[in-house]
């Protein structure tokens, strides 16, 4: 059974980084194949995708954030963290960490578990 | 970047109804597409991915169909577990995971 689960603050302060970690089970990130990311929704708003990180370390950013974000993994505390920098208050939201396999798809692919999400408020 | 859009935003139905939820690619993103639920508090969940293949577990009311740039999201007998938001996601491999703007789905 595949389970991950967010964690991290729930405030940050606008211009602080944030970090968050995504711990999971079920799963290794060592099998080839397996890749974790990171989507966000703002209140109110869509699922924005932020980052991924492969099995063999190959990581993707989406264009408009890819400054101001790091992903990185720890194949054995079965661990992804994300950081962002210079925090603003648009980055409020829930933050989901997902799993995908893209043996599925031959290529990138969806998102089959998911975390119940992280809350960050950011707020002087 | 591949922009999806989602239609309506909020659509209004009643237990058993069918309901219908369309969403459209900017370019042609062939079979990668997938749906998801979401409700506050809980996971996001999968229901369909690859257009139409069912994931594992997902009611057999739930559908989708579509090719090229059109795709939709049936239900087939709106039930009251079925009150949430619905996403579209595009995974073409040449270009980042994008979203629909999601559609609510409330009871009239």
């Known amino acids: 059974q595949i389970t991950l689960k967010e964690s991290g603050p729930t405030v940050a302060k606008p211009t602080q980084t944030l970090t968050l970690t995504c711990t999971f089970s079920g799963f290794s990130l060592s099998t080839s194949g397996v890749g974790v990311g990171w989507i966000r929704q703002p209140p109110g708003k869509a699922l924005e995708w932020l980052a991924l990180?492969?099995?063999?370390?190959?990581?993707r950013y989406s264009p408009s954030l890819k400054s101001r974000l790091t992903i990185t993994k720890d194949t054995s505390k079965n661990q992804v963290v994300l950081t962002m920098t210079s925090m603003d208050p648009a980055d409020t939201g829930t933050y989901y960490c997902?799993?995908?396999?893209?043996?599925?798809?031959?290529?990138?692919?969806?998102?089959?578990?998911w975390g119940q999400g992280a809350l960050v408020t950011v707020s002087s | 970047d591949i922009q999806m859009t989602q239609s309506p935003s909020t659509l209004s139905a009643s237990i058993g109804d069918r309901v219908t939820i369309t969403c459209r690619a900017s370019q042609t993103i062939h079979h990668w597409l997938a749906w998801y639920q979401l409700k506050p508090g809980k996971a996001p969940k999968l229901l369909i991915y690859d257009v139409s293949s069912l994931q594992g577990g997902v009611p057999s009311r739930f559908s989708g169909s579509g090719s090229g740039t059109e795709f939709t999201l049936t239900i087939s007998s709106l039930q009251p577990d079925d009150f949430a938001i619905y996403y579209c996601q595009q995974y073409n491999h040449l270009s980042p995971w994008t979203f629909g703007q999601g559609t609510k789905v409330e009871i009239k």
């Open positions: 990180i492969y099995w063999n370390d190959d990581k």
């Open positions: 997902a799993h995908s396999d893209l043996r599925r798809c031959g290529g990138d692919c969806y998102y089959d578990h």
